[in-house]
């Protein structure tokens, strides 16, 4: 069965510096990936997916993440925040050898961005 | 496209009420699921289907029920409300399973 971990339930850092969020996942086989964002009083949103070959993967707000296969981690990051991007990250996995296999999220990172 | 739409947004009840939160989706979806979400669990999936007229149950399905008669809609239903259900409720679709998942706004209940 898949599953994620997230390393840290809060993370803070300044506005302007690098961030990493952690994610390492357990499947026999390479997973599909995905990191998703909340931000307050939302819905989850995807900022990006890993599906393919490409081991790094850019998405949406200027946020990247790098598939590992022999660490079986998808670390998300960021060069330079900004405040906007306060909110809660959660990390997914699901297996692709299966059309009707259900996501498992992990149980999320709040990020903090100080001023 | 509307995506993914819930109702309501709030909602109060008292012990041993019922009541059905709606989800639809305009996107042609096969895949529906519910989650709930507390703090610090994450997000727990409720019940799902893969298609119309089918139904599974997911992580946490005690004391809910679902049917889904069209591609479209996907209700979840509380039998007899009790404070373990006050949580924040998201439903989310997606073409297959395995895919990515598009988000609702959520629904808060609070059970008193």
């Known amino acids: 069965a898949q599953s994620v971990t997230q390393l840290g339930s809060h993370v803070s850092v300044s506005e302007g510096a690098l961030v990493l969020l952690r994610c390492n996942y357990s499947?026999?086989?390479?997973?599909?990936l995905f990191w998703y964002v909340q931000y307050p009083n939302q819905g989850l949103q995807l900022l990006l997916k890993?599906?393919?070959?490409?081991?790094l993967v850019k998405g949406i707000n200027g946020f990247e993440a790098e598939f590992n296969k022999s660490q079986t981690s998808f670390h998300l990051r960021k060069p330079s925040v900004h405040i906007s991007d306060t909110a809660e990250y959660f990390c997914?996995?699901?297996?692709?050898?299966?059309?009707?296999?259900?996501?498992?999220f992990g149980k999320g990172t709040r990020l903090h961005i100080l001023p | 496209n509307a995506g993914v739409t819930q109702t309501p947004k709030f909602q109060v009840l008292k012990t041993g009420q019922s009541m059905t939160l709606q989800c639809a989706q305009d996107m042609n979806h096969e895949y529906m699921s519910w989650y709930r979400q507390d703090p610090g669990m994450g997000l727990r999936l409720i019940h799902y289907?893969?298609?119309?007229?089918?139904?599974d149950q997911g992580e946490v399905p005690n004391g809910y029920n679902v049917s889904r008669s069209t591609t479209e809609d996907f209700p979840l239903r509380l039998l007899s409300a009790a404070p373990s259900q006050t949580s924040v409720y998201f439903c989310?679709?997606?073409?297959?399973?395995?895919?990515?998942?598009?988000f609702g706004p959520g629904t808060r209940l609070t059970v008193t």
């Open positions: 499947s026999s086989v390479p997973p599909y």
């Open positions: 997914a996995v699901s297996d692709r050898r299966n059309r009707d296999d259900k996501i498992i």
């Open positions: 289907s893969v298609g119309a007229g089918i139904t």
């Open positions: 890993y599906t393919s070959a490409a081991t």
């Open positions: 989310a679709s997606s073409y297959l399973g395995r895919d990515e998942q598009y």
